[in-house]
Structures are given as structure tokens and as C-alpha cells.
């Protein structure tokens, strides 16, 4: 979305986005000079809206007010749940090995990573496991050849390629580079290549690579059900990245995911508002652009005007409830839906004999994943451990009462419960709009609404992960900061790899 420059900067703005060989919507507030904004409103204390809060305050320094607008718990999407006097992951369960932002917030916070408790992994078809994972990695990888050639080799090199390119926003934005656009981000680390990985399914660019069909069917499907919850015709970029996620390497915060959230918040010092944002309308006042958010909490409706915002919870149709005023052209919610994702956990004895073992003792699997069935009405399930695990935790037997996450689409019915449980004594179930619906749309959401209103969650269309959202914040932060001091060569620049080497 283009922002019209105030007539005082025209010139100066057009000879700077001329030179730099890019159009830039130069930010009214350069008017205020060297001072930073004084208060910035963040809608959402999710991890993005948590993250955001951290990497604005880094940039524009402590003296500036930060208040969070969230009407659930922090978190967000990063949420526990109690089963017996202890918390279990029922949201955004595990974090990659190469999420760096999650890395230094753990580190930065003093918490730490949870200790593993190792588990097999299986592949149900509704018939029998097609896939089965044991003990010994050479079996593993043996398996793999004999049903699926190299089919498993392939993958893994189409990941790490994807992976080893997505890594330099890292280094970009160490140097203190953003992207006004995600399509600008996209290209700044792929190329054509990753924007065209946002048009095209998974199971496309698979073949196209040299996976084959079956392997797809039976492995990449699971592993697509399992994350998002949805078929092999997710774009190929949000594919990879699910499947990075999912060849291993994964850890999880002792204490539960959420605590990166309320940590940062804590020690941003933000002021956490229980509250529903309404709607957000423009104002002005010296020339320079003010932004009113109006809420709803408990003791009615309020309002609060702001010099920048970030909206960090997304803008969908069935999602937001948010009205923008005064802002021309008009903002509107986004075309697109999100997926729902049912999470029960179940304490119970799990019926073996379902899946083939009628010995509940020789079942070997914790994890378990399913191929795109018709006859299949959950698309994985997990024997869990708590967020607090001891050093003499041990891992249930299968024949014992265990607890046991199981993700579906709708929720379960009591005949399919007993179908997957001999018996049980509590079932919470947790409904959550955790993903966009891929294949709802081809467009992705801009980053920036207006000269100082942000959409952190438009990053969501390209991926959705705990890290995803943390690069989005930073971004987010960065391309704050570079518009309000009109600092225009750090934004969309082109070759930043070289530009990269030669700052260093």
C-alpha cells in the first residue's frame, strides 16, 4: 500500500527514492526529527506481538511508551494446558534447532531448553503403518531406500537449499536491513525462485525435484497434516518449512513455550492492556500522523492515541473485529480464511489394537502421523510429556494411562474416542484458527498499512512458525525505525549479499 509523502518532503523524498531505484512512502513523522516516537501501541502479545514490543524498544530505546493490547492470555497461540496438576504444551509445541531469534530470546531470558524424552515416530494409512521408525538410524534409512529409493535424499537436499538462502535474513538483519513488502524479503533471499515457491504447491516443486509420488502420498502429506493440517497443495515455501521442522532437530522451552512471550513483555516493561481493540482511526496533529485505538475491557470502552502502531494478530475475514477509519484508500480485512485445528488432549489407555497392536505392551510408537484418508478423522496424535520435565521422568509404557495430544479438524466425537482410547478419564479440547488456509488465496498481505501502521501477521501467508513470526517482528522494528528516520538506503535494497560483505 502506497502512502501519499506530505507536500513539505516531496522533493527531498522523490530525489532519495530516484537514487535508490525504488519508490519508499517516506513516513510524515520525519518531521519530529531525532526524537523517537513517544508511545507505540502493539495489538496481539503473541510471540510476534511480543517480539515486536522487544526489537522496537531495542531500536527506539527505553524512554518510549510500549502498551500490548491482548484480550486472552499471553501468548497467544503459545498456550499449556493441565492435565493432573501439570502443564502440557496445547498450541505451538516445538521450535527448530536453526530458529535463531527463539535461540537468543531463550538465552536472553534465562530460560532453557527442555530436557527430551526420545519417542518412535509411525505413519497410519487407517489400515496399518505404512512408515515405521526404530531404534537403529541405519534400519531407519534403509527403510526409507527400500520403499521410497532416493526419494528421502532428494527432500533433504531441496530443504537444506531452501534453508541455507533463508538464513541470510539473519545477516541482513544484523546489518539493520527491512523489506516494505514480503515479496521485497522473499527475493532479497531467494530470488524468483522463493516467490514463485509462494504460487506453486509443495507436492508440485517435489516432483519437479525428482520425489516421487508415493513418497509424497505416504511421508510429506503426513508431515503437512501433522503441522498445518492441510494437504500436499500448500504452497511449496510453507511446505519447506514445515518440513524443515519435521527431519529433526526440534527443542521446546522448559516451563512451556509461553514463557519467551510474558519474558519479553516483562522485560520490555511494556504495559500489557486487557483488552479487544475495536478499531484504529487517523488523525493528525502538527503535521504529522496520530493513530487512535479504541478497545473494549471490562469496565467498557476506552481509547488511547499513538505515533506508530503494529497490528500483531491477524486481519481475516471471520479473525478481526478491527475497523480502520479515516485512512485513505480504505482497509479493509484481507481476502482468505484460516484452517481450524482441534487439539485434545486425552488422559486415557490407548487403544492399540486399532492400529494393529492387540498387545497394548508391544506398541513401540509415541508419535503417531496419517496419511490424506477419507476413512481418517484425526491427522495425528502424540503421547506428551509435561513442560516440566524432571531428571527421573520416564516416558509412560503403552499399556499405562497416558496423555495423549491428538490434532483433528473437527472435534471428537465420543465413538471416535472410544475408538482411539480403551478407556480415559479427562478430555480437553482446545479450538484453534492456528493456520491460514493456503490454498484460499494467491495474494500475500502488505507489511504496511499506512506511514506508521504496521501488519506483523501478513507474514503468516508465507509461512506460519513461532520463528517465522520473530523474523516478521524484526522486520517489523527495523523498517519502523528506517521510515521514522527516514534512513530510505536500508530499506529494499537490492544485492544485499553483497552489500553484506562489504560492511563487514
Given at each position: 500500500?502506497m502512502?501519499?509523502?506530505?507536500?513539505?518532503?516531496?522533493?527531498?523524498?522523490l530525489?532519495s527514492?530516484i537514487?535508490?531505484?525504488v519508490l519508499?512512502?517516506?513516513?510524515?513523522?520525519a518531521?519530529?526529527?531525532d526524537a523517537?516516537p513517544?508511545?507505540?501501541?502493539?495489538?496481539?502479545a503473541?510471540?510476534?506481538g511480543?517480539?515486536?514490543a522487544?526489537?522496537?524498544?531495542?531500536?527506539?530505546?527505553?524512554?518510549?511508551q510500549?502498551?500490548?493490547?491482548e484480550?486472552?492470555s499471553?501468548g497467544?497461540?503459545?498456550?499449556t494446558i493441565?492435565?493432573n496438576k501439570?502443564q502440557?504444551?496445547c498450541g505451538?509445541a516445538s521450535?527448530?534447532?536453526?530458529?535463531?531469534?527463539?535461540?537468543?530470546?531463550?538465552k536472553l531470558l534465562?530460560?532453557k531448553h527442555?530436557?527430551?524424552v526420545a519417542?518412535?515416530?509411525?505413519?497410519?494409512s487407517?489400515?496399518q503403518?505404512v512408515?515405521?521408525e526404530?531404534d537403529?538410524?541405519?534400519?531407519?534409512?534403509f527403510?526409507l531406500?527400500w520403499h521410497y529409493?532416493?526419494?528421502?535424499?532428494?527432500?533433504?537436499?531441496?530443504?537444506e537449499e531452501?534453508?541455507?538462502?533463508?538464513m541470510?535474513?539473519?545477516?541482513?538483519?544484523?546489518?539493520g536491513?527491512?523489506?516494505?513488502?514480503?515479496e521485497e524479503l522473499?527475493r532479497?533471499?531467494g530470488?524468483?525462485?522463493f516467490?514463485?515457491?509462494?504460487q506453486r504447491s509443495?507436492?508440485?516443486s517435489l516432483?519437479e525435484v525428482?520425489?516421487?509420488q508415493?513418497?509424497?502420498d505416504d511421508?510429506i502429506?503426513?508431515?503437512?497434516r501433522?503441522s498445518?493440517?492441510?494437504?500436499?497443495?500448500?504452497p511449496?515455501?510453507?511446505?519447506?518449512m514445515?518440513?524443515?521442522?519435521?527431519?529433526?532437530?526440534?527443542?521446546?522451552?522448559?516451563?512451556?513455550?509461553?514463557?519467551v512471550?510474558?519474558?519479553?513483555?516483562k522485560?520490555t516493561?511494556a504495559n500489557?492492556?486487557?483488552?479487544?481493540?475495536t478499531?484504529v482511526s487517523l488523525?493528525s496533529s502538527d503535521g504529522?500522523?496520530?493513530?487512535?485505538?479504541?478497545?473494549?475491557?471490562?469496565?467498557?470502552?476506552g481509547?488511547?492515541?499513538?505515533?506508530?502502531?503494529?497490528?500483531a494478530?491477524?486481519?481475516?475475514s471471520?479473525?478481526s473485529n478491527?475497523t480502520?477509519e479515516?485512512f485513505d484508500?480504505?482497509?479493509t480485512?484481507?481476502?482468505?480464511?484460516?484452517?481450524p485445528t482441534?487439539t485434545?488432549?486425552v488422559?486415557?489407555?490407548l487403544n492399540?489394537?486399532?492400529f494393529?497392536?492387540?498387545?497394548?505392551?508391544?506398541?513401540p510408537?509415541?508419535?503417531?502421523?496419517?496419511?490424506?484418508?477419507?476413512?481418517?478423522?484425526?491427522?495425528?496424535?502424540?503421547n506428551?510429556?509435561?513442560v516440566n520435565?524432571?531428571?527421573?521422568?520416564?516416558?509412560?509404557?503403552?499399556?499405562e494411562a497416558?496423555?495423549w495430544r491428538v490434532l483433528?479438524?473437527q472435534p471428537?466425537d465420543?465413538q471416535?474416542?472410544?475408538?482411539l482410547?480403551?478407556s480415559y478419564?479427562?478430555?480437553q479440547v482446545?479450538e484453534?484458527?492456528a493456520?491460514?488456509?493456503?490454498?484460499?488465496t494467491k495474494?500475500?498481505?502488505?507489511?504496511?498499512?499506512?506511514?506508521?501502521?504496521?501488519y506483523l501477521?501478513s507474514v503468516e501467508?508465507?509461512?506460519?512458525s513461532?520463528e517465522?513470526?520473530?523474523?516478521a517482528a524484526?522486520?517489523?522494528?527495523?523498517?519502523?525505525?528506517?521510515?521514522?528516520y527516514?534512513d530510505?538506503?536500508?530499506?529494499?535494497q537490492?544485492?544485499?549479499?553483497?552489500?553484506?560483505?562489504?560492511?563487514l
Open positions: 500500500m502512502a501519499e509523502p506530505r507536500p513539505l518532503f516531496c522533493a527531498m523524498w530525489l527514492a537514487a535508490m531505484g519508499l512512502a517516506g513516513p510524515s513523522s518531521a519530529a526529527g523517537p513517544g508511545k507505540i501501541a502493539v495489538v496481539g503473541g510471540i510476534g511480543s517480539a515486536v522487544y526489537f522496537l524498544q531495542q531500536h527506539f530505546g527505553p524512554q518510549v510500549l502498551d500490548v493490547y484480550k486472552g499471553e497467544g497461540r503459545l498456550a493441565i492435565v501439570q502440557y504444551e505451538g521450535i527448530h534447532s536453526l530458529s535463531l531469534h527463539m535461540q537468543d530470546f531463550v534465562g530460560l527442555r530436557r527430551e519417542g518412535k515416530s509411525a505413519i497410519f487407517g489400515e503403518f512408515l515405521e526404530t537403529w538410524y541405519l534400519l531407519n534409512l527403510r531406500w529409493g532416493i526419494s528421502f535424499l532428494r527432500l533433504q537436499m531441496w530443504v531452501v534453508m541455507e538462502k533463508f541470510r535474513i539473519y545477516k541482513y538483519q544484523a546489518h536491513y527491512a523489506f516494505s513488502n514480503l522473499l532479497s533471499l530470488g524468483e525462485t516467490i514463485n515457491m509462494t509443495v507436492a508440485e516432483l525428482g520425489v516421487t508415493r513418497f509424497i511421508v502429506a503426513a508431515v503437512l501433522s498445518y493440517g492441510q494437504s500436499v497443495l500448500v511449496a515455501f510453507a511446505g519447506a514445515s518440513l524443515a521442522g519435521a527431519q529433526g532437530n526440534t527443542w521446546a522451552v522448559e516451563g512451556g513455550n509461553k514463557l512471550c510474558s519474558g519479553l513483555l522485560l516493561k500489557v492492556i486487557q483488552a479487544r481493540v478499531g488523525h504529522k500522523a496520530l493513530y487512535q485505538v479504541r478497545y473494549e475491557d471490562d469496565e467498557g470502552q481509547s488511547a492515541f499513538y505515533d506508530m502502531v503494529v497490528i494478530t491477524p486481519l481475516h471471520g479473525r478491527i480502520f479515516n484508500p480504505h482497509i480485512d484481507f481476502p482468505g480464511s484460516f484452517h482441534i485434545s488432549v488422559h486415557g489407555y492399540s489394537s486399532y494393529g497392536f492387540p498387545d497394548p505392551k508391544l506398541f510408537f509415541a508419535s503417531i502421523l496419517t496419511t490424506d484418508s477419507p476413512d481418517l478423522f484425526f491427522n495425528a496424535m502424540d506428551i510429556c509435561p520435565i524432571s531428571g527421573a521422568f520416564r516416558r509412560k509404557q503403552p499399556q497416558a496423555i483433528s479438524q471428537l465420543k471416535q474416542l472410544k475408538t482410547f480403551r478419564y479427562s478430555v482446545t484453534w484458527q493456520y491460514p488456509h493456503y490454498d484460499s495474494s500475500i498481505p502488505p507489511i504496511i498499512l499506512h506511514d506508521n501502521l504496521f501477521n501467508w508465507v509461512a506460519s513461532m517465522m513470526a520473530s523474523v524484526k522486520n517489523v522494528a527495523l523498517l519502523a525505525y528506517n521510515r521514522w527516514q530510505l538506503e536500508k530499506i529494499d537490492k544485492d544485499l549479499m553483497h552489500k553484506v560483505k562489504t560492511e
